[in-house]
């Protein structure tokens, strides 16, 4: 039995100088292996974004919630004020709202530890860090936040589990007690 062999679609990408050089450049410092890559990688964080959800410059939505991009300096600054004994709490209800938004926009179900990689991915996509699961431990390397405290709240909120934090600098590590 012989397969039909479909020809492979061609795009053709007009680049202008800056944009060119700038990928030229990428690639030369060695943070991207090529220029399809590069391309294959944007295409990858468009559809785990869901970028066309944009509706005006500055105003991107995903689902239900409003995304916006702000410096980890601004996000330092709120934390200043609330007090410390507070932020695992704080954490727990940031968490509990980013589940919703999950559920609601893309149909993550967090207290289901089979969508915990989809979850993770979405917020390494999102900024908020590298998550890994060992075992009963969770692993958060490279947080946006500093605070063992609003990771671990955030973690229960989101997760629906308990934890019990095992490092205070990053990585972060979590023991699961109860799910």
Do not use: H
């Not at 062999?5 to 050089?21: A, G, H, N, Q, W």
């Not at 330092?76 to 410390?84: G, H, Q, T």
């Amino acid at each position: 039995m012989v397969e039909e062999k479909r020809p492979v679609k061609r795009t053709t990408i007009i680049l202008d100088e800056e944009e060119r050089k700038y990928i030229d450049k990428l690639i030369r410092e060695g943070k991207e292996p090529g220029i399809k890559p590069l391309i294959s990688k944007m295409l990858d964080v468009y559809r785990s974004m869901m970028i066309y959800d944009w509706r005006y410059p500055g105003e991107y939505y995903c689902g239900i919630s409003r995304i916006a991009f702000v410096n980890v300096e601004f996000i330092s600054v709120l934390l200043e004020y609330i007090p410390r004994e507070k932020w695992w709490e704080v954490g727990r209800r940031v968490g509990e709202v980013l589940r919703v938004s999950l559920m609601a926009s893309l149909n993550l179900k967090a207290d289901d530890r089979e969508k915990w990689p989809d979850i993770f991915k979405r917020l390494r996509v999102q900024g908020f860090g590298d998550f890994f699961i060992r075992d009963k431990y969770l692993i958060v390397k490279a947080p946006f936040i500093e605070s063992y405290e609003i990771w671990g709240g955030l973690l229960e909120g989101l997760l629906g589990v308990r934890l019990d934090s095992k490092t205070s600098v990053a990585p972060f590590v979590f023991e699961i007690v109860e799910e």
